[in-house]
């Protein structure tokens, strides 16, 4: 199962953090410190495989890979690959260069909810779901558009004239007996209060 998930830049400031197992915020932030103190004082001709178990506990590994200013890191226990982690590392980092067109560190801060959409279609609840960028990405595109679509879709008028049309159609299809002109005076009687 893998445990963590984490993107920081060369400075140890974290761009990216899910914990599939629960950790007190305070944890997280102390077990980033960690993470990062070993991958910063790490050589650059060294393996991208690390013992985690004094930082995360037993049964820990972690697997890293360095782009450009980022390090991109996955913990996890042994019941995974360590050549598979470091291939869904290629994974997540091949998806981010096609949604953002060659992904830097800004793109992963100001598209925060995408990112995550798409971490979450690769690893959910800490497996392995896809390890295919394109059919991830296909399915953030298909998120994508189905959020467009609700973001046109609206519910609730956003101004006051919109919620006496609201009512007066309301009415005018249940037969409420009601006039538009009584309806529109009885909402004006009211001041604060609008009627859904």
């Given amino acids: 199962m893998i445990k963590a998930v984490?993107?920081?830049?060369?400075?140890?400031?974290?761009?990216?953090?899910k914990f599939y197992d629960f950790q007190p915020v305070e944890k997280q932030q102390e077990l980033i410190r960690s993470v990062f103190s070993v991958l910063c004082?790490?050589?650059?001709?060294?393996s991208n495989f690390v013992e985690a178990e004094s930082i995360f506990g037993?049964?820990?590994?972690?697997?890293?890979?360095?782009?450009?200013?980022?390090?991109?890191v996955f913990?996890?226990?042994s019941s995974e690959n360590e050549l598979a982690m470091l291939d869904l590392i290629q994974v997540l980092v091949?998806?981010?260069d096609k949604c953002f067109k060659n992904?830097?560190?800004?793109?992963?801060?100001?598209?925060?909810?995408?990112i995550h959409t798409i971490l979450d279609e690769i690893i959910f609840g800490g497996q392995v779901l896809e390890?295919?960028?394109?059919?991830?990405l296909k399915a953030v595109e298909e998120i994508s558009k189905l959020e467009a679509a609700s973001n046109a879709i609206t519910l609730v008028p956003k101004s006051v004239s919109g919620w006496r049309r609201l009512k007066a159609e309301t009415c005018s299809q249940f037969d409420c007996g009601m006039s538009k002109t009584v309806l529109n005076s009885q909402i004006e009687e009211t001041p604060g209060m609008l009627f859904v």
């Fill in 58 to 72: 037993p049964d820990s590994c972690l697997v890293y890979k360095h782009f450009a200013t980022l390090y991109f």
């Fill in 103 to 114: 992904v830097c560190e800004l793109d992963i801060v100001f598209n925060y909810s995408k």
């Fill in 41 to 46: 004082s790490r050589a650059e001709n060294v």
């Fill in 75 to 77: 913990v996890f226990d």
């Fill in 131 to 136: 390890t295919s960028s394109t059919e991830v």
């Fill in 6 to 17: 984490m993107v920081m830049n060369t400075e140890g400031k974290p761009r990216l953090a």
């Fill in 94 to 96: 091949e998806t981010l």
